[in-house]
């Protein structure tokens, strides 16, 4: 089992950037696939991003492509979400997820994922 908690979120500008965290409890961070979604008011929860374990290979949303990075220590049991020339459109609780083996076909729904941090507010003003 392990435990998430994501931070770095808050205000910020349209065009603007900000780097989320999610620490992860436990000394097995490094067998978990890690993802970051997203959830708008009224919305359903959205795929952003996934890193494989320890290979470093990503997959994005098409929508964030380009402009979001996600990376992970395994050192530190620490992923990350640097988000550059965010849009109004993209205010949402940010949420970090695990899983410890991934259905491939899921990679991008939120079912595919077993942990969940409680998310961090992003509000990008226009």
């Known amino acids: 089992q392990v435990q998430l908690v994501e931070s770095g979120g808050g205000l910020v500008q349209a065009g603007g950037s900000l780097r989320l965290s999610c620490a992860a409890s436990?000394?097995?961070?490094?067998?978990?696939?890690m993802g970051w979604f997203r959830q708008a008011p009224g919305k359903e929860r959205e795929f952003v991003a996934c890193?494989?374990?320890?290979?470093?290979?990503?997959y994005y949303a098409d929508s964030v492509k380009g402009r979001f990075t996600i990376s992970r220590d395994n050192a530190k049991n620490t992923v990350y979400l640097q988000m550059n020339s965010l849009k109004p459109g993209e205010t949402a609780v940010y949420y970090c997820?695990?899983?410890?083996?991934?259905?491939?076909?899921?990679?991008?729904?939120?079912?595919?994922?077993?942990?969940w941090g409680q998310g961090t507010q992003v509000t990008v003003s226009s």
């Open positions: 890193i494989s374990k320890s290979d470093g290979t990503t």
């Open positions: 997820a695990a899983v410890r083996d991934l259905d491939y076909e899921l990679r991008a729904d939120p079912t595919g994922y077993r942990y």
């Open positions: 436990g000394r097995t961070f490094s067998v978990y696939v």
